[in-house]
């Protein structure tokens, strides 16, 4: 499966990359190259296979469960110490409301 | 003997002993980084007045008989650790003003224990690399020369190049790291040290910048597997703020590298030995068994069916995790935010994300967006999981057979800077050894054994059940006693 230029503009704007017109033909070669050799794995075969989601060993059923309860909070100054630009205790972004 | 040359475990008994101050083993450490710093580029923020201070407090603990077990020892630390009130950066111009408001559970622990922080060691761009190169604070330089060739800059391996890198050229006595698809192994191979990635949950997740979710783990280097044991103790532990953090008792790992390997039955998986793999490797690896059959083990010989598909599944399943996780920076809540007078909120993400990320972060995200999206998901995502349970599936196998699998860390010693870089998937190839671990979720761990022709450091990895990182040290010290590796880099401190 090798991606067109239409696709790769798609995926850049979907994953919200800015990319230069100049630059798509690059890219495009570049990531064709990469699902070029992944298409190998279209070859095993899958069938009947349970998929694995998650690195715990023994699968996702070792996972715990807790109460749903405020543990942490109240810390507003500390989430917006490293904001680019703030007004008051919100962020601030460019006007989207007309 | 400098300061800068003991072993972790010596200089704890040494400080134990009153040999040295905590102070003095500090300063040694410092001057070397300002001394080595400048040509290694191993660590991005140096902390040297914290460290002192945390030095001369950590004495002061000693003093009240209160010394914990790290008492005193300089670390370098990934600078994909959060450390509170140390800016932070992941390799990423993307962060390269954020200051953590928080520690992360890993380097919390560290310091619990009584660990001395040097700085943030130099990386891979979000984790992202087998070289260090994708750095946006430039590459390291790893501090072991070729013997007909000395003045090529050769790579320290990657992500956790700079960790690497410091340990090897003594400037620190150990560091930390993460491990993806191989980012502490094959650069502790390429730099001659010990590193190990534990088994997934092993150590809590918290506070390190996320690139794949399912397969990052915490991990340290040293220079010997007692002092990786030493250092892991301290990581590893359950964490309520990792919900993928394993409430599994963590053992006395320095204890098992006391253990005989005597009895173990080690696995020698066929799908490991490449076509073209080069005759040192090969003769490392068949050396380092023939070791561990005079300590008496017993080696058996495996398949691991599905190993050629690991590197494949794996560059699906860490960009498609990546491209999620770094979704996050948007240049609203921190980091860098980039845009024009007249840009909207979509103008200002994409122009902010293009200009904060590098050329391979911004690929890997995209890989990862096409994968996930609507169309693609069962024929990428879906199917890469299956393989990965087939992977996984092969070492429950394994286990029934064999205690530990014993295969090369890396299928060629460090390359230099400019090699390996036209092509992405030739730099992928790094990790071919070391990622069916990360997969399945296992222990691995990477160690010195030889020397290549051109006098550069070659390694083998021990690989072993989840949760059963005793054997893996066991079998690294058997090996890491006969191999008595005594090589030393070019370039280091007290030379």
Not at chain 2, 15 to 31: C, F, Q, W
Not at chain 2, 374 to 398: E, H, M, N, S, T
């Amino acid at each position: 499966m090798s991606l067109d230029t239409a696709t790769v503009r798609r995926v850049a704007a979907l994953a919200r990359l800015r990319l230069e017109e100049q630059d798509i033909a690059r890219v495009q070669g570049e990531l064709n190259g990469i699902l070029g050799w992944i298409e190998q794995l279209q070859a095993v075969n899958t069938d009947g296979v349970a998929p694995m989601a998650g690195g715990t060993p023994g699968g996702a059923a070792a996972m715990p469960m807790r109460g749903d309860v405020v543990t942490d909070g109240g810390k507003a100054e500390a989430v917006l110490a490293n904001a680019p630009d703030r007004e008051g205790e919100y962020f601030g972004v460019p006007k989207v409301v007309e | 003997m400098h300061a800068t040359d003991f072993t972790l475990g010596g200089a704890l008994a040494a400080l134990n002993e009153g040999a040295i101050s905590a102070e003095e083993l500090t300063r040694a450490h410092v001057a070397a980084v300002e001394a080595l710093n400048p040509k290694l580029n191993a660590f991005i923020t140096t902390t040297s007045e914290q460290a002192l201070e945390a030095a001369r407090a950590s004495d002061a603990r000693r003093k009240r008989g209160e010394a914990g077990p790290l008492e005193g020892i300089p670390l370098a630390i990934k600078d994909l650790f959060c450390t509170e009130g140390v800016r932070t950066t992941a390799g990423s111009t993307i962060l390269g003003n954020f200051i953590p408001p928080y520690e992360s559970t890993v380097t919390a622990q560290l310091k619990r224990d009584g660990a001395v922080f040097l700085g943030k060691a130099n990386l891979d761009e979000f984790a992202m690399g087998s070289s260090n190169l994708t750095s946006a604070y430039g590459g390291v330089l790893n501090p072991w020369q070729r013997k007909d060739d000395p003045d090529a800059r050769l790579v320290p391996g990657g992500s956790s190049g700079g960790s690497a890198a410091a340990v090897a050229a003594r400037i620190a006595l150990g560091a930390t790291g993460t491990d993806t698809g191989g980012s502490i192994r094959q650069p502790a191979a390429f730099c001659g040290i010990t590193g190990i990635k534990p088994t997934y949950g092993r150590c809590s997740r918290f506070g390190i910048v996320a690139f794949a979710s399912s397969l990052d783990q915490a991990g340290p280097f040293a220079r010997t597997v007692e002092d990786c044991a030493i250092l892991l103790r301290s990581m590893a532990g359950h964490d309520p703020k990792d919900s993928t953090s394993a409430n599994q008792p963590v053992p006395n790992f320095a204890a098992a590298c006391a253990r005989s390997v005597k009895g173990l039955r080690i696995g020698v998986p066929r799908e490991y030995r490449l076509d073209g793999m080069p005759a040192e490797i090969e003769k490392l690896w068949r050396q380092g068994l023939d070791w561990l059959r005079d300590a008496g083990a017993e080696t058996v010989d495996i398949s691991l069916p599905h190993t050629k598909y690991a590197l494949p599944t794996y560059y699906i399943v860490a960009p498609a995790e990546a491209s999620s996780n770094l979704a996050r920076y948007d240049g609203v809540r921190f980091g860098l935010r980039v845009a024009e007078k007249d840009s909207d909120l979509g103008d200002l993400y994409e122009r902010t994300r293009a200009e904060g990320f590098g050329a391979e972060v911004r690929r890997r995200i995209m890989i990862g967006t096409y994968v996930l999206s609507a169309g693609y998901y069962d024929a990428y995502y879906l199917k890469a999981q299956k393989i990965r349970a087939l992977i996984a599936g092969d070492f429950d196998a394994a286990w029934a057979k064999v205690d530990a699998i014993v295969t090369p860390a890396t299928p060629s010693a460090a390359f230099a800077e400019g090699e390996n870089t036209d092509d992405p998937v030739q730099m992928y190839l790094n990790d071919v050894f070391t990622v069916t671990a990360n997969l399945a979720g296992l222990p691995g761990l990477a160690l010195p054994t030889g020397l290549d022709h051109q006098g550069l450091p070659l390694g083998l990895q021990v690989i072993g059940r989840a949760f059963d990182e005793e054997t893996v040290f066991a079998v690294g010290a058997a090996l890491e006693r006969t191999a008595d590796f005594k090589a030393v880099p070019a370039m280091r401190a007290g030379a």
